[in-house]
């Protein structure tokens, strides 16, 4: 079965960056697909990015293109989220997911996820 933890998190400045960070254990992420969620105080969890098994597509939140970019290392079974240019209203707590992934496209759809991780802080001040 697999694990996931999320690490990275933290206090951050607005404009600043921050890299989360997803190891995974117990199998190989290769055909696993990773969606980044966040969830802010008061609202609903939200997919931040995503990227298909196999280092394939990759999609973004529109409040996110061009400052947050996803990977994956599969040497290292750990996917990764840079963050830059961070805002406040990127403060939330932010979980990796994978989705067992043989072929076809992946979304934000929550359902589509087989495990989670427990999530981490990021706090961004003004």
């Known amino acids: 079965q697999l694990q996931l933890v999320e690490s990275g998190g933290g206090l951050v400045q607005s404009g600043g960056s921050l890299r989360l960070s997803c190891a995974a254990s117990?199998?190989?992420?290769?055909?696993?697909?990773i969606g980044w969620f966040r969830q802010a105080p008061g609202k609903e969890r939200e997919g931040v990015s995503l990227?298909?098994?196999?280092?394939?597509?990759?999609d973004y939140a529109d409040s996110v293109k061009g400052r947050f970019t996803i990977s994956v290392d599969n040497a290292k079974n750990t996917a990764y989220l840079q963050m830059n240019s961070l805002q406040p209203d990127d403060t939330a707590v932010y979980y990796c997911?994978?989705?067992?992934?043989?072929?076809?496209?992946?979304?934000?759809?929550?359902?589509?996820?087989?495990?989670w991780g427990q999530g981490t802080q990021v706090t961004v001040s003004a």
């Open positions: 997911a994978a989705a067992y992934q043989l072929g076809g496209s992946l979304t934000f759809e929550e359902y589509e996820y087989d495990y």
């Open positions: 117990g199998e190989t992420l290769d055909y696993y697909g």
């Open positions: 990227i298909s098994s196999l280092g394939g597509s990759t």
